[in-house]
């Protein structure tokens, strides 16, 4: 079967077929869906992210409303395919294809509602998409009153750090030093212990300025790579 063959309804079925319940229910838990947990709500077959990916591969010329569709879905593992499939769109377009890419992954901001869904999909698109453009728009995600365009926003510069650019990254992190969510602390201090991997000098020096203001659990995430001796340090620091 060719790709332009391949339909939404297709994907969808081919998905119910993947299903593994055990492994939903493990999703579920491992997803924080309970009831006041950030996932909450959310749906899943259990299929594990390998077999995702190489179906995303095979759908990867699902037209946009088809990808839409997917996002809509209740289900994670439809809206993982769909930021898979939209990475590989990406991938292959030229500059205005990008920009549509871009354009309609900013439209969807809302459904790529959790950690995951951020985390494969950010750096790839905006991230890199913005690497020679202007980045007001990753200053305006930081400060919505929405969780993902918030991590959206940090999660992007990995894109930033991999080219030796971590200004953005230091400027975001300080945006998000005293934001109250867990996920944000992880996602800073993530991307400060990426910046501190490439350009020790940089992580230290935003550290030795906001370490103690900073979320222990962000802190921690940051000088996760560090001799036991300076992490002591720091986090003695903190206390």
Do not use: C
Not at 173 to 178: G, S, T
Not at 223 to 239: S, V
């Amino acid at each position: 079967m060719k790709y332009k063959q391949l339909k939404y309804s297709d994907l969808i079925k081919e998905l119910k077929g993947l299903s593994d319940p055990k492994k939903a229910d493990d999703y579920k838990w491992f997803f924080k869906t309970g009831p006041g947990e950030y996932g909450y709500g959310d749906k899943f077959l259990g299929i594990r992210v390998p077999v995702l990916k190489k179906v995303a591969k095979r759908f990867k010329h699902l037209s946009f409303s088809g990808i839409e569709k997917l996002l809509k879905s209740d289900i994670h593992e439809h809206r993982f395919v769909a930021l898979k499939i939209l990475i590989f769109k990406y991938e292959d377009s030229g500059e205005s294809g990008k920009d549509g890419v871009v354009a309609f992954y900013l439209k969807n901001t809302k459904r790529i509602n959790n950690w995951d869904l951020v985390d494969t999909s950010a750096p790839y698109i905006l991230g890199d998409y913005l690497l020679s453009k202007d980045k007001g728009v990753l200053y305006r995600l930081a400060i919505s009153e929405i969780l993902w365009e918030r991590r959206i926003a940090i999660i992007s510069t990995l894109a930033f750090i991999k080219k030796d650019n971590y200004k953005d990254t230091l400027k975001i992190a300080e945006i998000l030093l005293q934001d109250e969510h867990d996920l944000i602390h992880k996602a800073v201090g993530w991307m400060l212990r990426e910046v501190g991997k490439r350009s020790p000098e940089s992580e230290v020096g935003f550290l030795d300025r906001y370490h103690s203001v900073m979320p222990r659990t962000m802190l921690r995430y940051a000088i996760e790579r560090f001799p036991e001796k300076q992490r002591q340090k720091y986090l003695k620091k903190k206390r």
